[in-house]
């Protein structure tokens, strides 16, 4: 590994990616995506220096995975750590990072559980159903969300209508493993007023989550009902208030992950979640304000064990923007307080974090843009921390975009960590640089994107004989992002995608860290679509994976058939994992044989 090659090589290169997803049949323009959450107001893509990737409903209908998780597997630099099937704890990596590191918010909400031993978000439980679009931020954003956004941000947005009147959609799958999947969503809009519900059931009986080629042959199954909310009213012309929520009860079945290899175990989990955020938008004087108050709770109980957890966070947050200069500013306050009860812990757990940020976007000259984003944070344990990132984007030519971004992080220790078993209060953030710079480049209907980036985290906390404690020496993650996505004619789509991943670990990290998981150094993806009549579709796409650490490589393919009836309804065939691969995504733990599904959805 040649490491003082690559980062002169990154810090020299022109490489940022945009997403092979986002194309959703329209014309291939450069600000064809509208960020939402990776900036404190929203701007189009040409004018930010991260890299992101935005899936919308119809490329997720398109898709087909029932599991979230599974469809963003197919985005650049993102692994897929899974446990078993739909409900297993499941793991994630941006670039090579875990989820750890990374922040997941539905509808604004952070849904990072507050009780485990690391605040994180468990993407095993996602459906698919629940979200119409999803946003994923890669480097740090901790100046724009705090703490934990180090190595970048996935943002989902639950269902809401687009257009005045009524509106209603249905779907419905069935398929291997006695599986079904259902929602049904009812929307209504009136100019800015709106309000949409979505009520999801998820059943399916699932395989053994410790591999079958071990002899393992119990199922683990896992059940779920889900109802979202969301509603605003313009009150005035100056003021629109809304509330965005969801609750959630499910149970998971796992094996023991404690055996080597994991065994057949009739344990289960039972599972609550509940999130609700407030809001209020209004100008007063020359500034656009926004306030949010944010609710988040959720519990896990192991009947076997008679163990459980519970967190809660709260949060109130405050920004206001106006134009200033040649520029827009943006300033902003929040506040948040995180507990804990459970297991291995006397009474709650409490700490707090207090955060107040700034944002400059702005245009020095024609065809660049640049954001400055800073953010100071006051944590009641740790005291101070300082974030800033840095976004530059160059218009090189009506074809050619160019973008670069430089930013710091940090991760901060969990109340588990600090007062768990174990635990200790004299621990300090984990700290990060990351750097992108990149080039996207328009060949007529085809674009062609490329990625240098490089994540640098120190202070790394681990877990050994029976304590936490901080550890010395840097974790490095660096490497590249191909993209390439078009038309080879005017029915058939295709995108093609290389991450390849380059690691470095501090000596005498325990094997337990996440900083050992079992990502690939070369992944490649890829998708074609196909429209063979007017009401025939037809899609396959391809996930390879070599050079992982302590797994072997390999690969997996699905594919779809839909058919339009017109009117907004289709019907659809998926076959995921065409050829039966087998494989693991975490050692020890088996994933799917080839399984059928049917489906039909309707919006009217």
């Known amino acids: 590994m040649t490491y003082t ?65 599974d469809l963003i ?13 739909m409900g297993a704890q499941t793991g994630f990596s941006i670039r090579g990072v875990s989820q750890n590191y990374v922040k997941v918010l539905v509808d604004g909400i ?14 095993g439980r996602f459906n698919s159903l629940n979200y119409d679009r999803v946003e994923i931020l890669r480097g740090s954003q901790s100046a724009v969300y705090g703490g934990q956004a180090v190595a970048g941000v996935i943002n989902l947005e639950t269902p ?49 989550a410790a591999d079958a080629a071990n002899g393992n042959t119990e199922k683990d199954g896992y059940r779920a009902n889900r109802l979202s909310l969301r509603a605003q009213k313009r009150l005035s012309e100056n003021l629109l208030v809304g509330i965005t929520g969801f609750a959630q009860n499910d149970r998971g079945e796992f094996d023991d992950g404690f055996s080597t290899p994991p065994v057949d175990d009739n344990e289960f989990t039972l599972h609550k979640e509940r999130g609700a955020r407030m809001f209020a938008q209004f100008t007063m004087g020359r500034f656009d304000h926004e306030i949010g108050l944010t609710y988040y709770t959720t519990s896990r109980y192991y009947p076997i064990y008679d163990y459980g957890y519970s967190g809660k966070r709260r949060k109130i947050d405050w ?25 291995y812990v006397t009474g709650q757990v409490l700490t707090s974090d207090t955060g107040v940020f700034a944002e400059y976007a702005v245009d020095p000259i024609k065809n660049v843009s640049v954001v400055a984003s800073a953010r100071h944070d006051t944590h009641s ?19 050619t975009l160019v973008r670069g971004s430089v930013g710091n992080g940090f991760r901060a220790p969990s109340g588990y960590e600090m007062f768990g078993y174990g635990g200790s209060t004299s621990l300090k953030p984990e700290k990060s640089m990351s750097y992108d710079l990149g080039l ?41 992002e191909l993209g390439l996505k078009g038309a080879i004619n005017a029915k058939i789509d295709y995108q093609i995608g290389y991450t390849y991943l380059d690691w470095k670990n501090p000596a005498g990290l325990s094997a337990g860290s996440t900083w050992n998981t079992s990502f690939g150094r070369n992944t490649l993806t890829a998708g074609l679509s196909a429209k063979l009549s007017d009401t025939f579709t037809a899609g396959a796409d391809l996930r390879f994976v070599t050079d992982r650490q302590s797994l072997p490589d390999y690969a997996v393919a699905n594919a779809q058939i839909s058919y339009d009836f017109g009117d907004g309804k289709q019907a659809y065939l998926r076959i995921e994992n065409l050829f039966n691969a087998q494989y693991e995504l975490w050692p020890g733990f088996g994933t799917s044989d080839r399984a059928a599904y049917v489906g039909v959805r309707a919006t009217f």
């Open 5 to 69: 090659r690559f980062t002169a090589t990154l810090l020299l290169g022109t490489a940022l990616v945009s997403p092979a997803w986002a194309q959703d049949n329209q014309p291939f323009a450069l600000d064809e995506i509208v960020i939402y959450y990776g900036a404190l107001e929203p701007r189009s893509s040409d004018k930010t220096g991260q890299s992101v990737t935005v899936i919308s409903k119809a490329e997720m209908e398109r898709a087909g995975e029932t599991r979230l998780a």
């Open 73 to 85: 597997a197919q985005t650049p630099g993102v692994g897929i750590l899974a446990r078993g099937p």
């Open 110 to 123: 952070d849904v990072s559980d507050p009780s485990a031993p690391q605040v994180l978000p468990d993407l």
């Open 160 to 208: 809401r209508p687009t257009k005045d009147g009524i509106s209603q959609r249905v779907a419905l799958e069935l398929g291997s493993y006695q599986t079904a999947n259902a929602a049904y969503s009812f929307g209504w809009k009136q100019g800015d007023d709106e309000l949409a519900v979505q009520v999801s059931k998820i059943y399916t009986a699932g395989y053994s």
């Open 319 to 343: 920004k206001a923007a106006t134009d200033l200069g040649a520029g827009r500013l943006t300033i902003g306050a929040d506040r948040k307080l995180e507990s804990y009860t459970g297991t």
């Open 381 to 399: 344990q740790f005291g101070g921390f300082n974030t800033g990132r840095l976004g530059v984007t160059w218009q090189a030519s009506a074809d």
């Open 440 to 480: 996207e480049r328009k060949f007529g209907k085809q674009t062609l994107t490329a990625t240098l980036f490089r994540i640098e985290v120190d202070n790394l906390i681990d877990y050994a004989a029976g304590s936490y404690y901080q550890t010395s020496g840097k974790a490095t993650r660096q490497g590249l």
